[in-house]
């Protein structure tokens, strides 16, 4: 059981976060909750906090200590919301098919 003590406790961290920066989220916006969304999210910024992080741990062992663990998972959850964030947005401004007629030229 002490085996698996860090990675409930990460675990536990990760999702406090994604909460949080949903909420921050839904009170910015201030129209009604769609929870569907919302969960969606939630999921979103666990996992690419969790892979932001992970990425950090194999650069630099010692992000994973405790004293500076807590402030690390805080800005990776944060930082990978707002990356996928702007990914999504720059996504959704592209014209795909006007993409494609001009690399065919039409």
Not at 61 to 83: D, T
Not at 89 to 99: A, P, R, S
């Amino acid at each position: 059981m002490e085996r698996y003590r860090g990675f409930v406790e990460e675990g536990m961290i990760f999702m406090i976060m994604s909460i949080f920066t949903v909420l921050k989220q839904m009170l910015r916006e201030g129209d009604d909750v769609d929870w569907k969304k919302s969960l969606i999210k939630v999921f979103t910024n666990l996992v690419a906090g969790w892979g932001f992080y992970s990425f950090l741990l194999a650069y630099k062992p010692w992000y994973g200590e405790y004293p500076q663990k807590i402030g690390v998972i805080m800005v990776m959850v944060y930082a990978g919301s707002k990356l996928i964030d702007i990914f999504v947005d720059t996504v959704y401004k592209f014209d795909f098919k006007e993409i494609i007629k001009r690399w065919m030229g039409l």
